[in-house]
């Protein structure tokens, strides 16, 4: 009986719609902003800044309360994502810089989500930053199952809103006046642009669009006009002192800004209206019914470039932001929308991570993944008529600031601070269903359920040559 009601299930949600006389599978949006706070949004608690489109994305749909990310930092939280592995179990496990340009690749073995999908009858298109291997190698985003990338190649590029040049697929564009000292070319207005062509140039197949969108990460900045009028002079500021444009500016830098508060505020509603212009030109194109929306972030909120997490309540009240393993360091929003096929005000309250998406994708178009993997499927918990498994628990590993472990199990999560050194390392635990804000260490008073999440912790690393963690 089980097997016949889940075999209706993938029937209905992957039955084709008729597109001039062909059927074919649904077109999935996939948007992930790059260090926004799971409170930055209105969906979420936001009341200082404006984020109208994501709301109603919400509204429409299910909107997810303990959903994670794959890490605190973004490369291995995107590794997380694209792989379907936890990271201790991921290739990439860290922000591995390789000079001039890019960071450490996936390798030739590792398979994405989006390589199956494309194997099968996608079209694939990434627009914003990759940070998973730069152009040429085997971390190439048109090696890992990507027909069109256009933005970021590399995260330390990305710094810089108003880069000397950006990435289409194999060829440098090159943003003729922006040369660290000028500033003509905005990236994310570029990169919005190809994303909409994107979706024009591919109406009649299936699509899969990725948008690592690079919006709010630091540096702030932004133009002059429509959103930052808005919070122009909204709130008391502060001037933010940075590494200013000019002869002695360095890409890895983050500019001065005189208006920090409102410049970041302006950056997340400069993002919303960037959805809201993909939906619009889904809606434009008949294609919404048949196109499932989902929209994320790869990790907490940040604190570089004159950021202020505090001011905004960013962290929704919770423990930490980037880096950390704390819920304000990795717990994520998680909005997921389709219309018609998805009720909407939908509150969910399954746990979820960022290496579930691999699976819950490729089910939505009736695959099976290519590779063995960590992630559970949660379509069961949106469509409602089969059961939904559950992990054991998740697991994350950080590999700055002298190395983080952490693992939640049920209600109970302990992390392990200072890894790298043994004779320092300590634990911390908390149940998060009665203290969410983790304000109650319960280690010292709890040594067996310590002892019990920490063999789990051991059990969920696997070390990595390449990214070790732990003191040999």
Same mark, same amino acid.
């Given at each position: 009986?089980?097997?016949?009601?889940?075999?209706?299930?993938?029937?209905?949600?992957?039955? @084709?719609?008729?597109?001039?006389?062909?059927?074919?599978?649904?077109?999935?949006?996939?948007?992930?902003?790059?260090?926004?706070?799971?409170?930055?949004?209105?969906?979420?608690?936001?009341?200082?800044?404006?984020?109208?489109?994501?709301?109603?994305? *919400?509204?429409?749909? *299910?909107?997810? =309360?303990?959903?994670?990310?794959?890490? %605190?930092?973004?490369?291995?939280?995107? @590794?997380?994502?694209?792989? !379907?592995?936890? =990271?201790?179990?991921?290739?990439?496990?860290?922000?591995?810089?390789?000079?001039?340009?890019?960071?450490?690749?996936? @390798?030739?073995?590792?398979?994405?989500? @989006?390589?199956?999908?494309?194997?099968? !009858?996608?079209?694939?298109?990434?627009?914003?930053?990759?940070?998973?291997?730069?152009?040429? =190698? %085997? !971390?190439?985003?048109?090696?890992?199952?990507?027909?069109?990338?256009?933005?970021?190649?590399?995260?330390?590029?990305?710094?810089?809103?108003?880069?000397?040049?950006?990435?289409?697929?194999?060829?440098?564009?090159?943003?003729?006046?922006?040369?660290?000292?000028?500033?003509?070319?905005? *990236?994310?207005?570029?990169i919005q642009e190809q994303t909409l062509k994107f979706i024009d140039d591919n109406k009649q197949k299936p699509f899969f669009l990725f948008v690592p969108t690079v919006l709010p990460h630091a540096e702030l900045a932004g133009p002059d006009d429509e959103y930052f009028k808005m919070y122009e002079n909204a709130f008391v500021e502060t001037p933010h002192k940075g590494q200013d444009y000019g002869p002695n500016a360095t890409i890895g830098g983050y500019a001065s800004v005189d208006k920090p508060r409102a410049t970041y505020a302006a950056m997340i509603t400069r993002m919303d209206a960037y959805v809201g212009q993909i939906i619009e030109k889904l809606d434009e194109l008949g294609l919404r019914e048949n196109t499932i929306i989902l929209f994320t972030s790869d990790n907490g909120a940040h604190r570089e470039g004159g950021a202020d997490p505090d001011f905004f309540n960013s962290t929704a009240g919770f423990k930490g932001v980037k880096r950390s393993l704390y819920e304000g360091g990795v717990r994520t929003p998680l909005i997921v929308n389709w219309k018609n096929k998805i009720a909407p005000n939908q509150d969910i309250k399954h746990v979820g991570a960022f290496w579930d998406v691999y699976n819950t994708i490729l089910e939505l178009a009736n695959l099976t993944p290519s590779t063995q993997n960590d992630g559970i499927s949660f379509l069961p918990t949106l469509v409602k008529n089969t059961k939904q498994k559950k992990h054991k628990y998740l697991y994350w590993e950080f590999h700055e600031d002298g190395g983080r472990q952490a693992v939640l199990s049920k209600s109970w999560k302990l992390i392990k601070q200072k890894v790298g050194s043994p004779k320092d390392s300590y634990y911390e635990l908390y149940n998060i269903d009665k203290d969410p804000f983790e304000q109650n260490n319960l280690a010292t008073s709890n040594p067996k359920k310590v002892k019990q999440l920490a063999m789990l912790i051991e059990e969920a690393h696997i070390e990595s040559e390449i990214y070790p963690l732990l003191a040999k």
């Open positions: 009986m089980q097997k016949i009601r889940k075999f209706i299930t993938i029937i209905l949600f992957t039955l @084709a719609i008729s597109v001039n006389g062909q059927t074919r599978n649904p077109n999935i949006v996939f948007i992930m902003a790059d260090d926004l706070g799971i409170g930055d949004l209105g969906a979420y608690g936001q009341t200082k800044i404006k984020t109208p489109n994501i709301d109603k994305l *919400a509204q429409q749909g *299910a909107k997810f =309360t303990q959903f994670y990310a794959g890490t %605190s930092v973004c490369a291995p939280s995107r @590794a997380s994502l694209m792989t !379907g592995k936890h =990271t201790g179990h991921t290739y990439v496990r860290g922000n591995k810089e390789i000079e001039p340009e890019g960071q450490e690749p996936l @390798a030739d073995s590792i398979r994405t989500f @989006a390589m199956d999908l494309q194997q099968n !009858g996608y079209v694939t298109g990434a627009f914003g930053k990759w940070g998973l291997g730069m152009v040429g =190698t %085997s !971390g190439d985003p048109n090696l890992k199952g990507f027909d069109t990338f256009y933005g970021y190649n590399c995260q330390r590029q990305s710094h810089r809103y108003y880069p000397t040049h950006l990435w289409h697929n194999d060829k440098r564009v090159i943003l003729a006046g922006n040369n660290l000292a000028d500033k003509v070319h905005y *990236a994310p207005t570029l």
